[in-house]
């Protein structure tokens, strides 16, 4: 297995945030089999030695279930340190090449990477591996699948509840994507959403301009339009794959 579902629970969410319990499974993206799993809660005084709390995060946990909030007074609080030592020692374990999958682009792996940085270790995957969940929903979600028909199991908020959950979310959405291979889509039927989201992950303005030489003279496009063109090339090269694999 080369993919790893983390779920962080935390006190903020800027990569600063205090870190109070990890999650994280080994997965297979194909199939949707767990393998591994990792938990850890983190005790409070090193969650709080190693970041900042945000107030807002702080007011939201008080509003959630009883069993969510567990994590705070957890007989098994480790120092993160020792923590992030464990979960490198399963990564290690399994490959170097290991796809780390968080949801959000800048949210769990941000502040991990972040937390391993503080306590002086080294991050243990390659940072071209990191995967973003959000962005594989929106892509699934705009062929017709609905995430929330994907049943939670366990308990909201539970780092390794969620990890779970994220594992099987991702899971389905391969399998949607893998199955139903988008045809060509125009500029006026490409989703929006999915376009800046590109724009996003590939550090680019949606209303900047780039200009292009041709025999026509300079073109010039908005990246909005540029990213459109992009993702119409790879849906086009999947669906070609796709039939080529099925003859």
Request: charged content about 20%; glycine content about 6%.
């Amino acid at each position: 297995m080369h993919d790893l579902s983390i779920d962080l629970e935390t006190l903020g969410t800027r990569p600063n945030a205090p870190i109070v319990a990890i999650g994280a499974v080994m997965f297979d993206r194909e199939t949707g089999e767990i393998g591994d799993e990792f938990y850890a809660p983190i005790k409070l005084s090193s969650a709080l030695q190693h970041g900042t709390v945000c107030p807002h995060s702080l007011k939201w946990w008080f509003t959630q279930s009883e069993k969510a909030q567990a994590v705070f007074i957890s007989p098994d609080a480790m120092e993160l340190r020792d923590a992030l030592l464990e979960l490198s020692t399963l990564i290690v374990r399994h490959s170097e090449t290991i796809r780390p999958w968080g949801n959000g682009s800048t949210f769990d792996i941000s502040i991990l990477e972040h937390a391993y940085d503080v306590v002086g270790l080294e991050v243990p995957w390659l940072f071209w591996n990191v995967r973003d969940m959000r962005t594989i929903v929106d892509a699934a979600g705009a062929i017709g699948l609905d995430r929330d028909s994907i049943p939670f199991a366990g308990t909201e908020h539970n780092a390794l509840d969620d990890a779970r959950h994220q594992a099987r979310v991702i899971a389905a959405c391969w399998k949607e994507l893998a199955a139903s291979p988008p045809t060509v889509m125009s500029s006026t039927s490409l989703n929006s959403a999915l376009v800046l989201k590109y724009c996003e992950l590939t550090n680019r303005d949606p209303m900047g301009i780039q200009a292009v030489s041709s025999s026509e003279g300079w073109i010039e496009s908005t990246f909005y339009q540029v990213a459109e063109r992009e993702l119409q090339a790879m849906f086009a090269a999947q669906a070609a794959l796709a039939l080529t694999s099925k003859t």
